[in-house]
Nanobody, 123 residues
Framework: QVQLVESGGGLVQAGGSLTLSCAASGNIFSINNMGWYRQAPGKQRELVATISSGGTTVYADSVKGRFTISRANAKDTVYLQMNSLKPEDTAVYYC?????????????????WGQGTQVTVSS
């Protein structure tokens, strides 16, 4: 069993900052890509940022220059530092991890999602 536990969401005024964390635990052989996605009311879930095991990052255009994704491999944790927050950043933020597992006889990979954490930015 694998768990992705997110923390750090909350209510902040426009222009403020928040840092989200997502820790993976359980039966994990290795962690490949990790990322953050968000879903606002009435909208589809969208990519915010991803980071590879080697540290290569990808950002949505809407957050470039304001958000920073990082990971602490020793802690199986990914972070999202969010600065200069805007009301349009309001959404439920989900952590996603591409994990490799060993069944005892073979390796396989699976995507796992966290439960989501609410970020609300007031104007």
């Amino acid at each position: 069993q694998v768990q992705l536990v997110e923390s750090g969401g909350g209510l902040v005024q426009a222009g403020g900052s928040l840092t989200l964390s997502c820790a993976a635990s359980g039966n994990i052989f290795s962690i490949n890509n990790m990322g953050w996605y968000r879903q606002a009311p009435g909208k589809q879930r969208e990519l915010v940022a991803t980071i590879s095991s080697g540290g290569t990052t990808v950002y949505a255009d809407s957050v470039k220059g304001r958000f920073t994704i990082s990971r602490a491999n020793a802690k199986d944790t990914v972070y999202l530092q969010m600065n200069s927050l805007k009301p349009e950043d309001t959404a439920v933020y989900y952590c996603k991890a591409d994990l490799s597992h060993y069944s005892g006889s073979y390796y396989y990979t699976e995507d796992h999602w966290g439960q989501g954490t609410q970020v609300t930015v007031s104007s």
